[in-house]
Nanobody
């Protein structure tokens, strides 16, 4: 059974940092892309960052460039999202997802989604 488990959310003050983790199981970490999405109340789901398992190529949404870093540990089937200099507008439920193609969209989103993980809440106080 394929599963994606996101964790690491919480409450942080503006300017602070959080690291989200996405644990994948049930499939091998090859030839695929993992993406992080977020959804704030009343808003649509937004692609935040995407990383290719093949070569580690990563892309980011303009809203997080320079503040967020996505990385992967293929041996552990883990993907991380390091979020620095958090802003109140970063508050959302964050999801990880997988696409069975190792190509990311340059906007920071996946080209498609084959598997979704459950979300983890990030709250940023001003």
């Amino acid at each position: 059974e394929v599963q994606l488990q996101a964790s690491g959310g919480g409450l942080v003050q503006a300017g602070g940092s959080l690291r989200l983790s996405c644990a994948a199981s049930g499939f091998t970490f090859t030839n695929l892309a993992i993406g992080w999405f977020r959804q704030a109340p009343g808003k649509g789901r937004e692609g935040v960052a995407c990383i290719s398992s093949t070569d580690g190529t990563a892309y980011y949404a303009d809203s997080v460039k320079g503040r967020f870093t996505v990385s992967s540990d293929n041996a552990k089937n883990m993907v991380y999202l390091q979020m620095n200099r958090l802003k109140p507008e970063d508050a959302a439920v964050y999801y990880c997802a997988a696409h069975l193609s190792d190509v990311c969209d340059r906007s920071g989103a996946l080209m498609g989604v084959d598997y979704w993980g459950q979300g983890t809440q990030v709250t940023v106080s001003s």
